[in-house]
């Protein structure tokens, strides 16, 4: 890139402008660098709020930036490096940022682009209480609708970078794309390792000595204290945004103010989509459903939430052991500000957000195998103890899975998390189709996970302390079920723990799901019914899986040489699994699936104390359930007075063609519709033919089949007799018995037409042909090995089968 003129910095704009169009990506990173290096923060104040949209896009789609969550290394190297590189936390775009960050600028981000609860909040006139938000509405004359934060360059740049994951892009045609791989995820997390350090403290700016000293952020306001790790916080007066809260230093907050505003712009851009005041209003028993907010997050933006639970998990388990559970009686800020920002962050940052997050992931996310990035975001947030830093860093688990006592105090704060989640998964879980591995494994996984030891006790005893009485206490002593406030600093002044672990868990349940919410217990009867559903349906799907396997094995195995000639029979209803994707299941699959289901009850009997007796039981009526051929298993019924009725579970299985019903063509055989093997020419052609044939023999063939010698036998099995009945399930609520036409025997020529009986026909002409036989010779002995089939059959069938097309 040549040498700008310093003094034309409009000339610069202009001239990035056209490299964004003429260059290649990482050219372009190399030149910002130089840029960056070269010019003044006054001149790069002119062209970063263009950088900004040219790099992250719109937040409508409109412009695409530079695409980095679909920017892969396997594909694209070079820009992939040299976009990370650029990006890195000691790289030329902070050292940009730090330049206008120590002359003050301010950067105008609109509310419009803000997640839909706060610009509605805002819109209104009530200003969120988050910190992020205090002194930073600036009011145009246009009115509300045209809002904005003036940010300083730091929070400018994130908020901007953070809103690129939940703007929509479309991934680039015909690529592979893995989320963990793409140059955005590995940013995120090089910047949450560096800002949220597990060891050590926040690095400060490598920049320092090239920019000048780096100001933080303009001091927050104290006027709402942050409480505590634990606290509960007593203001619950909702402000209107012309009373902004005045500032005051807080010299403690201001050594990782860094950290805490990458934090809060994360868990806001990608957790605060779905307000918690509207899912209390959806649990209130008196409150009708209303329109659910649009926001639908996608597979990507899980995963990267999943990336920030499990590294604040590793954040604020790495707090020094002494510190990390302060006596009650006694505290004081004997820590670091990093060690009290690690105590506090997962309460008073993140909770409440991830559980109504989760929660509307729950309730809309497609019955798919996609709803696995929720699921492991969840199981990843409820075992903490899996991040600890004392835990051994090895690929093999210990022998030892229990969960140590020192985590009943998380297990109190978050137990919506444990049991609420729950059983939404259990009402999921009731509607899939679980013969799926993917759909078994997360089965699998849940069940695992609740089934190590200590922590169904954990559950438990907070559900003992949830359901007690509210002890008597002092009468000024009011006692509200508050959520912890947001103020300038999780560093105001610390609030003692809640002794009274009996307010706690109640003040835990009571944030997030209302006052007069309705709690339903996970060991309570509702409950264990819905588990004892599941335990029915894990039974019914290794049974279908069983019965898949040994009808795969019977097709694999079942072809005998007249098969391989064509002269083995068909049947147009016999395809019990037709139209299903259980098609598909290979034997690795199958027993993938049955592994999975087996030690899934398992779990389930060791968590709710499911007795051996009930589940042979249980095994032996679904055993019963199968039909008669075990293929498949029935929709969920009931008897009733008329017969059979469907359940919702079984409407569920039918509408979504998990299980079906008997229904079978009941024409005539010879005028089914051509099938895709077969040639409708000479389906046409042989019709006729056997049409003519059976006219003018139709006296002779009845006389035939009415014999009960040899003869008889060989046409009763040759020709399409009608002397059978045939049992149809032709609904849920009755059976018929029809009588299968045609009336009188007759010859049916309709299996000559199939492509496969053309094709074996061939191949016995050529390895005749092999043989030295001529054609008419291969002819007559295909003819005579088809009489001796027939003569078998006869013989050895207690009830013969009419031959059929």
């Known amino acids: 890139m040549v040498a700008l003129p310093l003094q034309q910095p409009s000339y610069l704009l202009a001239l990035l402008k056209a490299d964004g169009v003429n260059k290649h990506l990482f050219q372009r990173c190399h030149d910002l660098s130089k840029v960056i290096e070269d010019y003044s923060p006054k001149e790069l104040h002119l062209i970063f709020p263009w950088l900004m949209e040219s790099m992250f896009g719109t937040q409508d789609g409109t412009i695409a930036g ?8 396997r594909m694209n190297p070079t820009d992939y490096t040299a976009v990370v590189e650029f990006l890195d936390p ?4 902070m050292k940009l940022v730090y330049k206008l960050q120590a002359e003050d600028y301010k950067y105008e981000f609109p509310v419009s682009y803000l997640p839909g609860p706060v610009k509605a909040s805002i819109q209104e006139g009530v200003l969120p209480d988050f910190p992020l938000y205090h002194n930073k509405l600036q009011f145009p004359l246009s009115g509300l609708s045209s809002l904005s934060l003036s940010l300083n360059p730091f929070e400018y740049y994130l908020f901007n970078f953070a809103m690129h994951l939940t703007a929509p892009r479309n991934c680039p045609l015909g690529q592979l794309f893995s989320t963990s791989d793409s140059a955005y995820f590995v940013v995120v997390d090089r910047y949450l390792k560096y800002f949220l350090p597990i060891e050590g403290s926040v690095p400060p700016s490598p920049f320092l000595n090239a920019c000048g000293a780096v100001s933080p952020p303009t001091p927050r306001a104290q006027s709402v204290p942050f409480t505590s790790y634990g606290g509960p916080h007593t203001s619950l007066l909702k402000r209107h945004i012309s009373h902004q809260p005045s500032v005051n230093t807080d010299p403690a907050a201001q050594e990782i103010w860094r950290s805490e505003t990458l934090l809060q712009i994360f868990i806001e851009m990608w957790l605060h989509h779905y307000s918690l005041e509207l899912y209390q209003k959806m649990q209130s028993p008196h409150v009708k459903p209303g329109p659910q907010e649009p926001f639908t997050p996608t597979e990507e933006h899980v995963l990267m939430v999943r990336l920030l639970v499990k590294h604040l998990h590793w954040f604020s388990n790495s707090i020094k052991h002494e510190q990390a559970l ?47 990035a929720v699921l492991e975001t969840w199981l990843s947030y409820l075992q903490p103890w899996r991040y600890a830093i004392e835990k051994p860093l090895c690929m093999i688990e210990p022998v030892d899975r229990s969960v140590p006592d020192r985590w009943a105090p998380f297990v109190q704060e978050n137990l919506l998390m444990f049991t609420k989640l729950f059983q939404g998964f259990l009402n999921r879980a009731l509607r899939t189709d679980l013969v799926s591995p993917k759909n078994a494994l997360m089965v699998y996984r849940v069940a695992k996970v609740y089934s190590q030891p200590n922590l169904a006790d954990m559950i438990k005893e907070a559900e003992r302390q949830f359901m007690e009485p509210d002890p008597m206490h002092h009468p000024r002593q009011h006692r509200v079920y508050a959520s912890p406030g947001f103020g300038s600093s999780f560093l105001s002044s610390w609030h ?90 290979g034997p690795d699959e199958i027993r993938k699936t049955d592994e999975y289901l087996e030690r899934s009850l398992e779990y389930l009997c060791q968590v709710f104390k499911l007795s051996t007796p009930h589940l042979s039981s249980l095994a032996t009526n679904v055993g019963a359930a199968s039909d008669e051929d075990g293929r498949h298993q029935l929709p969920d019924c009931i ?92 609904s849920p609520v009755m059976c018929r018995s029809f009588q299968l036409q045609p009336a009188h025997p007759r010859l049916s020529l309709r299996f000559l037409a199939s492509y496969r009986t053309l094709f074996s026909l061939f191949l016995s002409m050529v390895i005749g042909a092999t043989l030295n036989l001529n054609p008419l010779a291969s002819f007559l002995l295909i003819l005579v090995l088809w009489f001796l089939y027939g003569i078998t059959r006869a013989l050895c069938m207690d009830r013969t089968r009419p031959h059929q097309a």
């Open 326 to 372: 302060p006596s009650p009686s006694t505290h004081s800020h004997t820590g670091s500000p990093l060690e009290e920002f690690k105590r506090a962050v997962i309460s008073c940052f993140f909770q409440q957000k991830l559980y109504v997050f989760l929660q509307q992931c729950f309730n809309h996310w497609p019955l798919d195998a996609s709803f696995r």
């Open 496 to 585: 003692s723990p809640i002794a009274d672990t009996t307010f706690r868990v109640k003040s835990h349940v009571y944030n997030l799901e209302g006052q007069d919410c309705v709690y339903k217990q996970m060991f309570g009867p509702d409950v264990r019914n819905l588990v004892l559903k599941l335990a029915q349906l894990i039974a019914q799907a290794k049974q279908t899986a069983k019965s898949i396997s040994d009808h795969t094995a019977e097709q694999s195995t079942g072809h005998s040489l007249m098969s391989l000639l064509g002269l083995s029979t068909y049947d147009f209803n016999a395809s019990a699994y037709g139209g299903s994707d259980l098609d598909d299941l």
């Open 639 to 730: 008897q009733g007075a008329t017969g059979l009725t469907l359940t919702q579970l079984g409407r569920y299985q039918l509408i979504n063609g998990l299980r079906r019903f008997d229904i079978e063509y009941q024409g005539d055989p010879e005028l089914q519709p051509i099938r895709s093997y077969e040639s409708s020419l000479l389906v046409r052609l042989l019709f006729q033919i056997s049409t003519a044939i059976n006219l003018r023999f139709a006296t002779e063939m009845e006389t035939v089949c009415q014999r009960e010698s040899m003869m008889g036998k060989l046409a009763r099995y040759y020709l399409t007799y009608p002397g059978r009945c045939r049992k149809i399930k032709s």
């Open 66 to 73: 530079w695409n980095m969550r679909y920017l892969q290394g």
């Open 90 to 93: 000691s790289g030329p775009m």
